[in-house]
């Protein structure tokens, strides 16, 4: 069945540092691929997506591009913030329904 | 600019009690989703609705149970609460044409003792 593996967290940078988060998906024919942050104390909310192959999902300056080659979604960021802290989420949607990774904790310190 | 509602934030319950988690949204909707969210899991999806009177299963629908009476309310019922039921429970919902945007609420935490 469809799935989606993170990298394992926590994970803590400094301020203006460079940000990648790895995604990795199993799915069976091409699923969109997403992802979503959730902030403090707050429910999850749609960051990019990306819908096929070679596309670049962008947003808040953060971006991941669908690669079809190595099955990866990964989230990167030139400079990160101290309000970028947050728990990221990738997904997949399939035929239905969304699938979500374990999501990835982000805390970015001053 | 309420968006999605859930009630309670937290609650502890005793083994073989009964609870309803509220969910409620205010942008006509007509998809929506409960997921649960064990500690360094990914949300799995427990039952979802494509419309008032609709409703099926997700992946982990035992020991649950919803209805859909209105298109803005989404209610979540554990009959007999057990330890393996804790976990952080979200309400979510979605337009038909942008079913993978969803709009999540800010969850539940519930403890089973």
């Known amino acids: 069945g469809n799935s989606v593996t993170q990298m394992e967290g926590p994970v803590t940078l400094s301020e203006e540092a460079f940000l990648t988060i790895n995604c990795t998906y199993t799915?069976?024919?091409?699923?969109?691929l997403f992802w979503y942050v959730q902030y403090p104390g707050e429910g999850l909310q749609l960051l990019l997506k990306?819908?096929?192959?070679?596309d670049k999902g962008s947003n808040k300056g953060f971006e991941a591009t669908y690669r079809k080659e190595t099955t990866s979604f990964h989230l990167e960021k030139g400079s990160v913030q101290v309000s970028d802290s947050a728990v990221y989420f990738c997904?997949?949607?399939?035929?239905?329904?969304?699938?979500f990774g374990q999501g990835t904790r982000l805390t970015i310190n001053p | 600019n309420a968006g999605v509602t859930q009630t309670p934030k937290f609650r502890i319950l005793k083994i073989g009690q009964s609870m309803t988690l509220q969910c409620t949204q205010d942008?006509?909707?007509?998809?929506m989703y409960w997921y649960r969210q064990d500690p360094g899991m990914g949300l799995k999806l427990i039952y979802y609705s494509v419309g008032a009177g609709i409703t099926d299963k997700g992946e982990v629908p035992n020991g649950y149970n919803v209805s859909r009476s209105t298109t803005e309310d989404f209610p979540l019922r554990l009959e007999l609460a057990a330890p393996s039921q804790t976990s952080v429970y979200f309400c979510a919902s979605s337009k038909g044409q942008e079913r993978e945007k969803l709009f999540f609420g800010s969850g539940t935490q519930l403890s089973v003792l």
């Open positions: 997904a997949l949607r399939g035929a239905q329904k969304l699938v």
């Open positions: 799915a069976t024919g091409y699923p969109s």
């Open positions: 990306a819908t096929k192959a070679d």
């Open positions: 942008m006509n909707h007509n998809y």
